[in-house]
């Protein structure tokens, strides 16, 4: 079972924690925590052996921790998540495939996406597939019609598996802190569009991924994780393209499992993350 704590610090917190759980008789196997002292925030991630009565132990919890403390005793074990797609394909099939084989954390609920293209890998996983088209409409109606296909499924997050399309504030801030993205480079480097042509044009020595949570400012939103690899001069474009993919593909996995297992704390546009 996962306890995970966020709130203001004050002396002796992990001794007032540890209290209440060896009372009531649990036993710690971990316990990972972490104080932003410019914010003055407690993080903490505890997983005890079982817990029998979780709503028990977040009222014991919270009895012992600063007004506003934010406590979830064993949040969803498996998550469900909707995944957004338009053309690329590589990161898509990963996680098809990771839930096909019960290693994602999650459960896939369906796959939306604006184009047709990756209809056919989703369908051969026994995952649905809603086509969503964005042409020819206001985006208004376009995201309107994507939350007649999301709220049925009640997701715990959205994952943008390269979809390239721009979400509305209205949209976002109905999923804060819910919506995961995987940007095709090292941010804060070359945000926006073509961020493979920005690096091969500027002659970078590394290209990277970013996972990170969407918010309202592009490409900007709280990083989850980052994966790096090298490149030279000798990479074409197309080549700079292909090895970035799977680079893609790690961040995103890595930023999944660390969000599924409750590892990750926002605070402002940061993270702490408990790996």
Same mark, same amino acid.
């Given at each position: 079972?996962?306890?995970?704590?966020?709130?203001?610090?004050?002396?002796?917190?992990?001794?007032?924690?540890?209290?209440?759980?060896?009372?009531?008789?649990?036993?710690?196997?971990?316990?990972?925590?972490?104080?932003?002292?410019?914010?003055?925030?407690?993080?903490?991630?505890?997983?005890?052996?079982?817990?029998?009565?979780?709503?028990?132990?977040?009222?014991?919890?919270?009895?012992?921790?600063?007004?506003?403390?934010?406590?979830?005793?064993?949040?969803?074990?498996?998550?469900?998540?909707?995944?957004?797609?338009?053309?690329?394909?590589?990161?898509?099939?990963? &996680?098809?495939?990771? $839930? !096909?084989?019960? =290693? @994602?954390?999650?459960?896939?609920?369906?796959?939306?996406? +604006?184009?047709?293209?990756?209809?056919?890998?989703?369908?051969?996983?026994?995952?649905?597939?809603?086509?969503?088209?964005?042409?020819?409409?206001?985006?208004?109606?376009?995201?309107?019609?994507?939350?007649?296909?999301?709220?049925?499924?009640?997701?715990?997050?959205?994952?943008?598996?390269?979809?390239?399309?721009?979400?509305?504030?209205?949209?976002?801030?109905?999923?804060?802190?819910?919506?995961?993205?995987?940007?095709?480079?090292?941010?804060?480097?070359?945000?926006?569009?073509?961020?493979?042509?920005?690096?091969?044009?500027?002659?970078?020595?590394?290209?990277?991924?970013?996972?990170?949570?969407?918010?309202?400012?592009?490409?900007?939103?709280?990083?989850?994780?980052?994966? &790096?690899?090298?490149? $030279? !001069?000798?990479? =074409? @474009?197309?080549?700079?393209?292909?090895?970035?993919?799977? +680079?893609?593909?790690?961040?995103?996995?890595?930023?999944?499992?660390?969000?599924?297992?409750?590892?990750?704390?926002?605070?402002?546009?940061?993270?702490?993350?408990?790996?």
């Amino acid at each position: 079972m996962v306890i995970v704590i966020q709130c203001k610090d004050s002396v002796g917190l992990v001794a007032a924690i540890s209290t209440v759980l060896a009372k009531t008789g649990y036993n710690i196997v971990s316990m990972r925590e972490h104080v932003d002292l410019e914010e003055n925030k407690f993080f903490a991630r505890i997983v005890v052996d079982s817990i029998s009565d979780p709503q028990k132990i977040e009222i014991s919890l919270a009895k012992v921790l600063p007004a506003y403390a934010v406590v979830k005793v064993n949040p969803v074990p498996e998550k469900k998540i909707v995944v957004f797609v338009t053309k690329e394909y590589h990161c898509l099939s990963d &996680i098809l495939t990771r $839930n !096909h084989f019960k =290693t @994602l954390g999650a459960n896939v609920q369906c796959v939306i996406g +604006n184009h047709p293209d990756l209809k056919n890998i989703t369908e051969r996983f026994n995952i649905p597939f809603r086509l969503v088209v964005s042409e020819n409409k206001s985006r208004e109606i376009f995201e309107a019609e994507l939350m007649d296909v999301i709220l049925p499924y009640e997701p715990d997050y959205l994952i943008l598996a390269k979809f390239m399309r721009i979400l509305s504030p209205e949209f976002i801030t109905t999923f804060l802190l819910k919506i995961i993205n995987i940007h095709h480079s090292f941010l804060p480097a070359f945000i926006g569009a073509n961020p493979y042509r920005q690096a091969f044009n500027r002659g970078v020595k590394i290209i990277g991924a970013t996972a990170h949570f969407v918010t309202n400012d592009l490409d900007e939103g709280p990083i989850i994780t980052q994966k &790096i690899i090298p490149v $030279n !001069h000798s990479l =074409t @474009l197309t080549d700079l393209i292909k090895a970035g993919r799977e +680079n893609e593909t790690a961040a995103l996995a890595k930023a999944m499992q660390l969000v599924f297992e409750d590892r990750v704390f926002v605070c402002n546009n940061k993270t702490v993350v408990f790996e």
